[in-house]
């Protein structure tokens, strides 16, 4: 199944709908002729366009990604009150969820956002919920797949698990967008991202150690209050009782958590709209120079 992520003008790499009254007037410079397929960008440019649409969609992607980890934060918190060994009991079966359940949820539904985004055609969220809801067993079942890959090569030495990790890197939003089966998205996601396997592993280590860095301070901030020199600085700070802490710690956690992970959707949905531009748009080359060799052998003879 051919993807169709969005349908660029050709205009500064953005759709028409991206650009400001001014630039779509008639003082807009033509489009430029071509396929009505996504443009191939570099890293710099990837960057930009995820920045954009992430400043775009600012509001709906981080208030989805904040609720999606509130009650988890919640669970974790209450988990603190409790003795040691239910506590890690729950921090196991926290992290199990949060890796197998949430993380990929929110990734599938932060795909979709940002896809109609790019194509010009923004939904609410709770529309964006539902198609994703539909969904849910085949993405459960495909992030199961994906995590043992990691898994095993993270055991065997950790470079191998670097690389599932890359190779990986967009079966969910193949899974959504492309609505394909789990076995279906891992073989077309894997195929897009070793379409061009050095310079595709180049752009994603680009993609993940920028996007990493950029985040870096945001992600740091959930901790804050597990650290116990921390923590006794801000209760010495702010005048609130231990309770009213946990709120406050339960809030900010899933308020940076959300606005990181969102940040994450995004660069990965754009890698996959990019995959997907230098992939097909090299398949659709190919049978049209096959096509024109068939027939010119045709009239030749």
């Known amino acids: 199944m051919a993807a169709d992520p969005f349908r660029p003008d050709g205009v500064s790499g953005r759709s028409s709908q991206e650009l400001r009254p001014e630039e779509a007037g008639a003082s807009a410079p033509a489009p430029a002729a071509g396929p009505d397929v996504p443009r191939p960008r570099g890293v710099g440019e990837l960057l930009d366009a995820s920045l954009d649409a992430y400043v775009a969609r600012f509001v709906p992607l981080v208030a989805f990604a904040s609720l999606l980890?509130?009650?988890?934060h919640l669970v974790d918190r209450l988990a603190a009150r409790l003795d040691a060994g239910t506590q890690l009991v729950i921090d196991l079966g926290l992290g199990a969820g949060a890796a197998w359940g949430v993380q990929s949820f929110g990734v599938a539904v932060i795909a979709v956002l940002v896809h109609d985004h790019l194509a010009g055609e923004p939904r609410p969220v709770r529309a964006v919920l539902g198609q994703v809801a539909r969904r849910l067993l085949p993405l459960l079942l495909l992030t199961a797949?994906?995590?043992v890959g990691v898994m095993l090569g993270t055991l065997a030495c950790i470079l191998p698990g670097f690389v599932a990790n890359w190779l990986f890197a967009v079966v969910i939003a193949v899974l959504i967008l492309e609505r394909r089966r789990p076995l279906e998205a891992l073989r077309r996601g894997v195929g897009l991202m070793t379409h061009d396997s050095a310079a595709s592993?180049?752009?994603?280590?680009?993609?993940?150690?920028?996007?990493?860095?950029?985040?870096?301070?945001?992600?740091?901030?959930?901790?804050?209050?597990?650290h116990p020199d921390t923590r006794f600085e801000i209760e010495q700070a702010l005048p609130l009782s231990p309770l009213m802490l946990d709120v406050l710690d339960v809030v900010v956690s899933s308020l940076f958590g959300g606005v990181a992970q969102a940040f994450s959707g995004v660069w990965v949905t754009?890698?996959?709209?990019?995959?997907?531009?230098?992939?097909?748009?090299a398949d659709l080359r190919e049978r049209l120079e096959r096509q024109a060799r068939v027939h010119g052998g045709g009239a030749a003879a």
């Open 69 to 72: 980890w509130l009650p988890f």
């Open 145 to 147: 797949i994906t995590t």
């Open 201 to 226: 592993f180049l752009r994603w280590l680009g993609l993940f150690t920028v996007g990493s860095l950029l985040l870096l301070p945001i992600a740091a901030v959930p901790g804050l209050f597990d």
């Open 270 to 281: 754009l890698l996959y709209v990019d995959a997907c531009a230098r992939s097909d748009g």
